[in-house]
């Protein structure tokens, strides 16, 4: 996805967001492309949109990833990690809903 392509990409993912009840900031646009959003609460932790693995010692919840065609997710170091298509924003909502099940689940919202 081209610099033009990814910023309207990252703008219409924010509004679905927002229409959603969530909402994002950008906090960090990568050389590579990657793009960072946080969530205003901040126990949902974080969104990367990438077209490439990132780096091991991150653990970014949620994953939007060019470069698969079927969502997973996979426990990475106690955490849930969410692996999703980034045009999957049904799975994205989903996952969201997973994380803050778990949340409620283990007392802490």
């Not at 999703?84 to 007392?107: C, E, N």
């Amino acid at each position: 996805m081209q610099s033009k392509e990814r910023i309207k990409y990252v703008e219409k993912l924010r509004e679905f967001l927002r229409s959603q009840g969530y909402n994002t900031h950008i906090y960090h646009w990568a050389a590579s492309g990657s793009v960072y959003l946080k969530f205003d609460f901040k126990k949902l932790g974080s969104i990367r949109i990438a077209n490439h693995n990132g780096r091991t010692k991150y653990r970014y919840i949620f994953n939007l990833r060019e470069d698969i065609e079927k969502r997973y997710s996979q426990r990475d170091r106690g955490i849930i990690r969410y692996y999703i298509p980034y045009d999957d924003y049904v799975s994205l909502i989903l996952a969201i809903k997973h994380k803050m099940k778990h949340l409620r689940l283990r007392g802490k919202l």
